[in-house]
């Protein structure tokens, strides 16, 4: 459920959508807009628009839009627990609440893949209007973690967690970073399903008299 609460004053805050905008903004963003830019004005001088002088700007816009729409997502960890903020809405994933959480990495090219595996001891909500991006059905780490779990992939930014769960986690919950085979992806969130399920709970629901 959405909580009526906020962290606590003096939680450790990380700005996760903000982060991931700018990493694309600097990284893929402006190279390709820049060159989506130049086939323009290549069209005005010459008047010719082949070669697809526009491609590199949609590619851009493509790769932009799904994280845009997380730019005011912000996660923060207290004594209370995990939480993830958006606007005026808050969730609160309490510490009593999770069997544990840590970080998996693998290699991928010439960097590293990151996620943060936070996994619930009791039913996960995979249509939560703030969380179900984040669920994934994976195989557990270890015999008592559940295959249902929340994953933030934090590649780019995965040593603010690590710092913040070693100060702000209970004993026992933090597993630390678990190296996972060179095919290891974060994965997607089930859209199909979501959907689907929302639809099927909007029928189910009868207007009053």
Known sequence: MISDRWPETDATVVRFGLRWLLWLLLLIVLPFGGMGVTGLFIVLWQGDASGWPFLPGLVSLFVLRPVWSWRRRVTALDSQGFWVMQGKQAVLIPWDSLAGAGIYWAPFGRTHLYTLELCPRGDIDCDHPLLWEFVRDVAPLRLGLPRLRYRFDVRHFFGVYEEAFRRWAPPGVWFGRVEQPSHY????????????????????????P
């Open 185 to 208: 992806r974060p994965g997607a969130p089930d859209r199909a399903g979501h959907k689907r399920r929302i639809r099927e709970a909007a029928a189910r629901v009868t207007p009053g």
